[in-house]
C-alpha cells in the first residue's frame, strides 16, 4: 500500500502508527481495514482524470485528510498534526486521536 493510503487508512482508524502491526486487537485490525477501503474510495472518487495527482502538484488544493498536513489542525479533534520519520518514510498523524492505547484483548 502506498504511503498517503497508509497515512489516511491508520488516521480513520485512530491507530498509532508506531505500533507494531502484531500488537493490534481484532477489533483494531477490522478498523484498519475498513479505514484502507474508505480512504481508497474517497481518493478514487474524487478523482476525476486517469491519474491519481501527487499533494505536491495539488499544493493548497491537498484533498486528504491528513497527509502533507502536519503542523495544521486534526479535522475530528482539531489537535496538531505530528510528523515523524518512520523506516525512511514521513508519517502524519494526531497525537490526540491516534495515541497508544492500552493493549486491549
Ligand atoms: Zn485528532
Known amino acids: 500500500m502506498g ?3 497508509a497515512v489516511e487508512a491508520l488516521w480513520r482508524a485512530r ?9 493490534l486487537s481484532r477489533r483494531e485490525v477490522a ?5 484502507i477501503t474508505g480512504s481508497i474510495h474517497d481518493t478514487l472518487a474524487r478523482e476525476d482524470g486517469p491519474e491519481i495527482r ?8 491537498n484533498p486528504f485528510d491528513v497527509y502533507g498536513k502536519d503542523g495544521e489542525p486534526c479535522p475530528r ?3 496538531i498534526l505530528t510528523r ?3 523506516g525512511g518514510r514521513a508519517t ?3 497525537p ?8 486491549e484483548k
Open 3 to 5: 504511503n498517503i493510503q
Open 15 to 23: 491507530l498509532d502508527p508506531l505500533r507494531p502491526a502484531s500488537s
Open 31 to 35: 478498523a484498519l481495514a475498513a479505514g
Open 54 to 61: 501527487y499533494v505536491e502538484e495539488l499544493g493548497a488544493d
Open 77 to 79: 479533534c482539531k489537535t
Open 84 to 86: 515523524v520519520v518512520q
Open 92 to 94: 502524519v498523524f494526531c
Open 96 to 103: 490526540r486521536c491516534q495515541r497508544a492505547r492500552r493493549r
